[in-house]
């Protein structure tokens, strides 16, 4: 037979799909931040870690946040802005920590410099980039 407007509707699809993605895509959001818990936990010491899984919890919690505030819907868009917001802050993490620990590595037979300036000039040495990126 032919189908008739009633049983055919774009906005049924279209509600069921993107609950759909946006449940999968909140999945992976939490699976990714497992997986970046569990690699930066093994990776740093225990208080860098706690320092750089604070950072991503703030950047994630306070464009959440703002996101709630203005009262935007959450769609698949929003959890891959999400994801990627979280890629930069891991990327810039991981970038900055990296360098703290090499300006830091054996500081104490070979600069005057103290540990907060050692970890100050790796910031320094590192923000340029991370603006560009």
């Known amino acids: 037979g032919k189908a008739s407007k009633a049983v055919i509707s774009d906005s049924a699809v279209s509600s069921t799909w993107g609950d759909q993605i946006t449940k999968k895509a909140l999945i992976a959001l939490v699976v990714f931040i497992v997986i970046v818990s569990i690699y930066i936990t ?6 860098m870690a706690l ?8 950047d994630l919690l ?13 769609t698949p868009a929003t959890v891959i802005g999400l994801l990627t917001i979280l890629g930069f802050s891991l990327y810039d993490t991981v970038i900055v920590f990296d360098k703290v620990e090499e300006n830091t590595h054996g500081f104490e037979h070979t600069t005057r410099r103290t540990f907060a300036e ?6 320094n040495q590192t923000f340029m980039r991370s603006i560009n990126t």
């Open 51 to 58: 320092a750089a899984l604070a950072s991503l919890a703030f």
């Open 62 to 74: 306070s464009t959440a946040g703002v996101y709630s505030l203005v009262g935007f819907e959450v």
């Open 118 to 123: 050692q970890a100050n000039l790796a910031v």
């Open 42 to 47: 093994i990776r740093y010491e225990r208080y």
